[in-house]
């Protein structure tokens, strides 16, 4: 009997309608269907379990929700190294497996072991400040630095193995992954990327500067981002959520991580078509 761990984002379902309705379909297929304890007092089905028990007790993972739903659990199946699918009840849904409506074909795909995986490279980031390096967390999408008020740039320098790219005053950088760049990096004018390929990508945000420009970078090399300016209150994000405040003379350095998230897919998706289906209009 397969066990899911059901991430659900009851923001986008606060009645809990679609989430139970998940739990139903999953438990009509002989599966059992682990949710943490917030979840359940709502939706009154499925078997109520912490969150780190969810992870380390379940076969797969299935997030409810957008894509943000879905990025905010891959991390914590990466590092459980287990499998995970997204069911869109989100607007765009570029990383889920499909939409509310095909749950059923998934799900029962899923029973019958009717799918594969998408190994995706994840981006792990370090903040050193002086002598002293934190511990390390892991980004799927990117690595944001960028300005915490709105009407001053920053000033931040990027070397790639100890060389220097460029310096850069604007409202910041992202270290984005293949799977990133049609998220934010796309937004700031980075390339689309093909999430099959493992390279780091490096884009400004908003820069004050002409020959600002995106660049590929090998998956192998280590990005170092020094903050130059001493008097900005400067964000480090995740996957845009917040991870620290920067101040002047912290370095991030950002690679590419060891563990991969496995997406796993109950349909054929080319990546192309996907592209113009949801971003070209």
Same mark, same amino acid.
Request: hydrophobic share 40%; glycine share 8%; net charge negative.
């Given at each position: 009997?397969?066990?899911?761990?059901?991430?659900?984002?009851?923001?986008?379902?606060?009645?809990?309608?679609?989430?139970?309705?998940?739990?139903?379909?999953?438990?009509?297929?002989?599966?059992?269907?682990?949710?943490?304890?917030?979840?359940?007092?709502?939706?009154?089905?499925?078997?109520?379990?912490?969150?780190?028990?969810?992870?380390?007790? &379940?076969?797969? *993972?299935? =997030?409810?929700? +957008? #894509? !943000?739903? $879905?990025?905010?659990?891959?991390?914590?199946?990466?590092?459980?190294?287990?499998?995970?699918?997204?069911?869109?009840?989100?607007?765009?849904?570029?990383?889920?497996?499909?939409?509310?409506?095909?749950?059923?074909?998934?799900?029962?795909?899923?029973?019958?072991?009717?799918?594969?995986?998408?190994?995706?490279?994840?981006?792990?980031?370090?903040?050193?400040?002086?002598?002293?390096?934190?511990?390390?967390?892991?980004?799927?999408?990117?690595?944001?630095?960028?300005?915490?008020?709105?009407?001053?740039?920053?000033?931040?320098?990027?070397?790639?193995? &100890?060389?220097? *790219?460029? =310096?850069?005053? +604007? #409202? !910041?950088? $992202?270290?984005?992954?293949?799977?990133?760049?049609?998220?934010?990096?796309?937004?700031?004018?980075?390339?689309?990327?093909?999430?099959?390929?493992?390279?780091?990508?490096?884009?400004?945000?908003?820069?004050?500067?002409?020959?600002?420009?995106?660049?590929?970078?090998?998956?192998?090399?280590?990005?170092?981002?020094?903050?130059?300016?001493?008097?900005?209150?400067?964000?480090?994000?995740?996957?845009?959520?917040?991870?620290?405040?920067?101040?002047?003379?912290?370095?991030?350095?950002?690679?590419?991580?060891?563990?991969?998230?496995?997406?796993?897919?109950?349909?054929?998706?080319?990546?192309?078509?996907?592209?113009?289906?949801?971003?070209?209009?």
């Amino acid at each position: 009997m397969k066990i899911i761990g059901l991430i659900a984002n009851l923001t986008k379902d606060p009645s809990g309608i679609k989430t139970r309705r998940i739990v139903e379909i999953a438990r009509s297929l002989d599966m059992r269907v682990q949710v943490i304890p917030g979840v359940h007092d709502i939706i009154k089905v499925g078997e109520p379990t912490p969150e780190q028990q969810l992870y380390s007790l &379940s076969d797969i *993972i299935v =997030s409810l929700g +957008g #894509d !943000g739903t $879905l990025l905010q659990a891959a991390c914590q199946a990466a590092l459980w190294d287990k499998p995970i699918m997204g069911i869109n009840t989100g607007n765009l849904g570029f990383l889920t497996d499909g939409d509310f409506s095909q749950a059923p074909k998934a799900l029962e795909a899923l029973k019958e072991g009717e799918y594969y995986i998408e190994r995706r490279m994840m981006l792990e980031g370090t903040i050193v400040r002086g002598e002293k390096s934190c511990s390390p967390f892991l980004a799927f999408n990117d690595i944001g630095i960028m300005k915490a008020l709105v009407s001053r740039i920053i000033q931040l320098k990027a070397s790639v193995n &100890s060389h220097e *790219i460029n =310096s850069y005053s +604007g #409202d !910041g950088l $992202l270290v984005s992954s293949p799977t990133g760049s049609t998220a934010y990096s796309l937004s700031a004018g980075g390339p689309i990327v093909d999430p099959s390929l493992e390279c780091l990508l490096l884009t400004p945000i908003c820069p004050h500067s002409l020959n600002a420009r995106s660049i590929i970078i090998n998956c192998n090399d280590i990005i170092e981002i020094e903050i130059m300016c001493p008097d900005r209150d400067i964000a480090l994000t995740a996957d845009g959520q917040a991870v620290a405040t920067l101040i002047g003379g912290d370095r991030i350095l950002v690679k590419k991580a060891d563990t991969y998230v496995q997406l796993l897919r109950t349909k054929k998706q080319n990546f192309f078509d996907l592209i113009h289906e949801k971003i070209i209009i």
